[in-house]
């Protein structure tokens, strides 16, 4: 059960209604709350919740497109791996507006090893263009 954090709720929720794209960098100390917080904010928006890890680009990239292609994208029936990282932000952008075309989209990265070096965690949301 979730408890609290409302000033956090409210500040991702203003920045999300917020015109154009926003950047958002949530650091804590580990099991301060950072993930949970982010799984609260994005319940019932469409989204995809992707956790980083300590390894190389390439592989970061082959991780992030499984993860994307699970989420149903239509891009799963021809791509295993996107080429590159705009590639895949299209796809999941696609994959966002798919499910719901009034849908802003919310991207986060999140540092899920217990015991990996200290990073901050990120997290970002970006309201859909009306022109697109
Ligand atoms: N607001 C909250 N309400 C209830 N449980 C929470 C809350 N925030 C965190 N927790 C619990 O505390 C633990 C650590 O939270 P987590 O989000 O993994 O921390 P962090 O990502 O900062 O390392 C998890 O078991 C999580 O479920
Ligand atoms: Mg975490």
Request: charged content about 25%; glycine content about 6%.
């Amino acid at each position: 059960m979730f408890i609290g954090r409302e000033q956090e709720l409210r500040f991702f929720e203003d920045k999300y209604n917020a015109p154009g794209g926003q950047l958002v960098v949530l650091y804590g100390r580990r099991r301060i709350g950072k993930t949970e917080l982010l799984h609260e904010f994005a319940k019932g928006k469409p989204h995809v919740f992707y956790s980083c890890r300590e390894i190389t680009d390439g592989q970061q990239l082959a991780a992030f497109s499984e993860r994307l292609l699970n989420a149903d994208s239509p891009a799963a029936k021809y791509i295993s791996v996107f080429a590159d990282w705009e590639a895949a932000f299209k796809a999941f952008r696609q994959s966002i507006v798919q499910a719901s075309p009034q849908a802003k989209t919310v991207a986060s990265s999140a540092q899920p090893k217990e015991n990996a070096r200290k990073k901050p965690v990120q997290a970002a949301s970006g309201r859909k263009r009306s022109s697109q």
